[in-house]
């Protein structure tokens, strides 16, 4: 009558990766009191990644989770356009409440793809912290030192990103991103790399990759296609297993949900303490 149904994957006997879904208050209260290991200044997160794959969207969940309510801070557009959305380099400042912030600023810029893409070239520019607020990026052409407006001359250590995230979405084709976005993402490691900047990667949309299990996230370690997913982009782009987080954004939700926050708490808090330690080890080096 209703056709053929597709039987759901086969769950591991047990999840490969432990997380605490039941409390949520000891993670969130991890971040809300998390202190700069450099007085007066911030860690500074840079999400890139292929157009569409939720950038904007994971910022929003972070501040959501925080506040414990929806919150439309980064502006998003619909993932089906295949056109990136954010055209501007763009802060966020986080919030732990109403009334006062958290020593985090993630940075969301244009998406990498094809010609219409983010230049690596632009890219190097905001890991030096080189590049102002509001820069609107272009495809064909880097920021110039003669743009006075929006290239820094003089970044000091608080105008560096601390943390570079790449963010993919899991349920796109076996590659995940297309070839030339993955010699982007190699490209743009290596600048990072040189410059001793701690990486990571937040793997959206995995509901999409299993439809019969998104109605329980608490399987996301059980499923050997996410094992999958994870272990394949770890060995293209050479990012170690424990610094892969899947995560669901909030996109079409408008009540909180404690799984979803539990995924996004969970890569936070490791961006975070990256985040922390590079901030505090380029502090004691000679200038």
């Not at 039987?7 to 969130?28: C, H, V």
């Not at 490209?187 to 949309?205: C, F, H």
Request: aromatic content about 8%; some cysteine.
């Amino acid at each position: 009558m209703g056709g053929n149904k597709t039987k759901p994957e086969p769950l591991l006997s047990k999840p490969w990766r432990e997380i605490n879904w039941t409390n949520t208050k000891e993670p969130l209260q991890y971040v809300k009191n998390y202190k700069s290991p450099v007085e007066g200044q911030k860690i500074r997160v840079l999400l890139y990644g292929p157009v569409g794959a939720g950038k904007s969207s994971f910022v929003n969940s972070i501040q959501s989770v925080l506040l414990g309510r929806m919150y439309y801070q980064a502006l998003v557009d619909s993932d089906m356009t295949g056109i990136s959305f954010t055209k501007k380099f763009a802060g966020y400042q986080l919030r732990k409440d109403q009334d006062s912030d958290c020593p985090l600023v993630f940075y969301d810029i244009m998406g990498l793809e094809g010609s219409e893409g983010v230049l690596v070239e632009d890219v190097r520019l905001v890991l030096d912290g080189r590049v102002k607020d509001g820069y609107e990026f272009n495809p064909d052409s880097e920021l110039s030192e003669d743009n006075r407006q929006f290239y820094n001359k003089s970044p000091t250590a608080s105008d560096k990103v601390n943390v570079l995230v790449c963010v993919v979405p899991a349920d796109r084709g076996p590659e995940i991103a297309k070839q030339e976005t993955l010699l982007k993402i190699q490209d743009i490691r290596k600048e990072a790399s040189s410059r001793g900047i701690p990486q990571m990667v937040v793997l959206t949309r995995i509901d999409r990759l299993c439809p019969d299990n998104q109605e329980d996230l608490r399987n996301v370690y059980r499923l050997k296609s996410m094992k999958q997913k994870m272990e394949q982009f770890s060995a293209n782009v050479g990012i170690p297993l424990n610094c892969i987080f899947p995560v669901k954004n909030y996109h079409q939700e408008i009540d909180m949900d404690k799984q979803m926050d539990s995924l996004v708490l969970s890569a936070l808090r490791n961006i975070i303490n990256a985040g922390g330690d590079h901030c505090k080890l380029n502090s004691s080096r000679p200038k």
